[in-house]
Structures are given as structure tokens and as C-alpha cells.
């Protein structure tokens, strides 16, 4: 690997097999799988629709004709769909990477079928429960990784998620939001520890895009990504942040370069908001064990899983 990484330095992925959810067209997900295809990966779409996976295959295959597609439907905000899906995932064999990066963003106060925050459930229940119900393969492949994307808004979270039902009163969206990516990154660290702890053949990463042209925040706001206000917020913010592509190079990184557990890639530019990726440092209390294994008996409760 050069100083300064680039997607020349991505090797050589045939005989892999890696699985990225959140891979709709224009965002991180589809820009990390169209890379890893490029480079011979069999890259599994994980999404919440046929047809938005059906769209993203498309765009993938018109840039490498190749490539080699399978296709996953999950809801991450259903613990019954992610079920359904990783029911559905045995068919795949050994799995090397997982990349852990739909999400939802700033979006208003609901709640899911399983009574949790949406954004709590889709950004960290749902990949919590589909990472350990995928476990058994991850191990299989005798190098696993988990690769989780977090935000730099994680810094604005001041304590870890202590419930996973919306919050009563005023509805903090952006506040949830930080909490959220917080709760990815404890995460990380305390899958990290325990695999290493067992000994066990996986390895626990996460990244964050920095400042990226994606749709992730019209959606939240207007649940679509174009039509009236959505339109021109989503202009605006492409207009003001590096290209959706751009940002997948440090998830690109984090999955690929040879990189010790518990690493956290991010943009190298100044406030780490675009740039080539490189390795950042997360906040000190996303680094806190203590709120780390909270978070994660507080998860398992909430999902139903035991992980080993």
C-alpha cells in the first residue's frame, strides 16, 4: 500500500465473496460494490426492494459487463426481515467482508414494527442482529471482516443509546442521529474485543465518508430523494460535498488494505470532510469499553441474539 491510498492499491478480489448493504444507485453502497466488482469480488446487493436492487445490478453491469451479482432483500429496520435475509444469506457459502452501511439520516420521529426508533433500528440494530446471524460464515471464510460506516457526526453523541424506543417529547432527530453512528463504532470496538478475545477469524473496522454527495439526506428529510424542496436540498448538498464515489474510498479501505481490527478510516482532507482516505480517530467515548458493553448487552436484549 502507497502513503497516500487510491483504488489502484485495492487487490486482486476474485474468489471473494462480499456482501454490502444500503446499495442504491448514486450512493456509497453502490460505488463500493461497483469497485469491488470491477475488481472480481462476487458482490452480494443487500436492499429493501427488488426493483432498487434490480436498478442498481443494472448500473453495476454497464460498467463491468463481468461482474459477478447476487442480490439480497433486507429491511434493516424489521428484525423479521433480517432474519428472513440471513435465512436467506446460508445459500452463499463462506462470506469475507460485510459491509454494514445502509442507513437512514435525520429523519422525523417514527417508529418500526418491532417498536424501536427507526433510525436506531436501521443504523445499528438491524446491522447488530444481521452481523452476528451472518457470524457462522464470516468465521467460515477463516479471514472475515466487518466493516461498519459511522459519521463524523458521531462526535456530537453524548452518551451512547440507553433506550432503542423513540424518545418522548421534542424528537432530537439530529441528536439521535449522532447516537446512532456512536452506537456503530462502539460496536466495532466491542466485536473487535471479543473476537480477539475467543480468537476468533474475524476482524471488526469501521469508516466514515466524510462530506458525500448522496441522497441519504433528502430522503430522510422528504422520504424521496427528488420532487419539490427534496430536489433542491439534494442539489444543494451535492453542489457543497465530494462526489458519493469519493466518499465509498475509505469503506473501500477499511474492507481491502491490509489494516489491524478496530481501525477507523476516514477522509484525510481538513476536518476530515472529503480527501484520499486515511486512518482517523474516533471520539474518546466511542472508544469507552465500559459504554461498549452496555451497548452491546442492551443490543442483544433488544434483537434476541447471543453472539459467542
Do not use: C
Not at 443494472?58 to 459487463?65: I, K, S
Not at 472529503?274 to 474518546?284: D, L, R
Amino acid at each position: 500500500m502507497t502513503d497516500v491510498w487510491g483504488l489502484a492499491d485495492i487487490p486482486d478480489q476474485a474468489g471473494r465473496t462480499v456482501v454490502v448493504t444500503g446499495t442504491s444507485v448514486g450512493g456509497i453502497g453502490h460505488a463500493t460494490a461497483l469497485e469491488l466488482a470491477r475488481r472480481g469480488a462476487r458482490v452480494v446487493l443487500a436492499g429493501r426492494s427488488p426493483a432498487k436492487l434490480a436498478e442498481t445490478r443494472a448500473a453495476v453491469t454497464a460498467e463491468v459487463p463481468t461482474a459477478a451479482l447476487e442480490g439480497l432483500e433486507v429491511d434493516l429496520a424489521s428484525l423479521a426481515s433480517v432474519r428472513a435475509a440471513a435465512a436467506d444469506a446460508q445459500d452463499l457459502g463462506p462470506l469475507d467482508v460485510l459491509v454494514n452501511n445502509a442507513g437512514v439520516m435525520g429523519t422525523s420521529r417514527r417508529s418500526t414494527e418491532d417498536g424501536f426508533d427507526l433510525q436506531l433500528a436501521t443504523n445499528h440494530l438491524g446491522p447488530f442482529l444481521l452481523t452476528g446471524l451472518l457470524l457462522p460464515q464470516l468465521l467460515a471464510s477463516k479471514a472475515g471482516r466487518v466493516v461498519t460506516v459511522s459519521s463524523l457526526l458521531h462526535k456530537t453523541a453524548r452518551r451512547a443509546p440507553t433506550s432503542f424506543a423513540p424518545t418522548r417529547g421534542v424528537y432530537r432527530k439530529w441528536q439521535v442521529y449522532g447516537q446512532s453512528k456512536l452506537a456503530n463504532l462502539l460496536f466495532t470496538h466491542e466485536l473487535e474485543r471479543r473476537a480477539r478475545e475467543k480468537e476468533l477469524p474475524v476482524q471488526a473496522l469501521a469508516a466514515h465518508p466524510g462530506f458525500s454527495g448522496t441522497h441519504l439526506a433528502a430522503n430522510g428529510q422528504y422520504g424521496r430523494s427528488s420532487g419539490g424542496l427534496a430536489s433542491i436540498l439534494d442539489a444543494t448538498i451535492k453542489a457543497v460535498s465530494q462526489p458519493a464515489a469519493h466518499g465509498a474510498w475509505p469503506v473501500l479501505m477499511a474492507a481491502t488494505a491490509e489494516l489491524p481490527g478496530a481501525t477507523y478510516v476516514g477522509p484525510g482532507g481538513l476536518g476530515e470532510v472529503a480527501g484520499a482516505p486515511q486512518v482517523v480517530t474516533s471520539s474518546a467515548l466511542s472508544r469507552d469499553p465500559d459504554a461498549a458493553r452496555r451497548l452491546w448487552a442492551l443490543s442483544e436484549e433488544a434483537t434476541g441474539i447471543s453472539y459467542p
